[in-house]
């Protein structure tokens, strides 16, 4: 009888797959992790991404232009403290 969990040429990591598996992950989000671990290693897998600076190292300036992307009203008039108060609410 042929091994029904097989996922094939596809999947790169074939033992993290089957372990993915067992803890009931689809099949489809199974293989992109295996995959994804493969490609670089499975400690990196899930770190992808940058990191934002904290609002209060801004400058006043970039502070309001970071409000009116978002549509803050009154952001002309606040102060930096402000600013950073209204950014977080938002």
């Given at each position: 009888?042929?091994?029904?969990?097989?996922?094939?040429?596809?999947?790169?990591?074939?033992?993290?797959?089957?372990?993915?598996?067992?803890?009931?992950?689809?099949?489809?989000?199974?293989?992109?992790?295996?995959?994804?671990?493969?490609?670089?290693?499975r400690s990196e897998v899930g770190h992808k991404g940058?990191?934002?600076?904290?609002?209060?190292d801004w400058t006043v300036d970039q502070l309001r232009k970071r409000a009116a992307e978002i549509g803050i009203d009154g952001r002309s008039s606040m102060r930096k403290s402000e600013l950073i108060e209204a950014l977080r609410n938002s």
């Open positions: 009888m042929p091994d029904t969990r097989d996922p094939g040429p596809s999947v790169k990591d074939k033992e993290l797959y089957e372990k993915l598996r067992d803890e009931g992950i689809s099949k489809q989000k199974s293989a992109r992790i295996a995959n994804a671990a493969a490609k670089t290693s940058g990191t934002s600076g904290d609002y209060d």
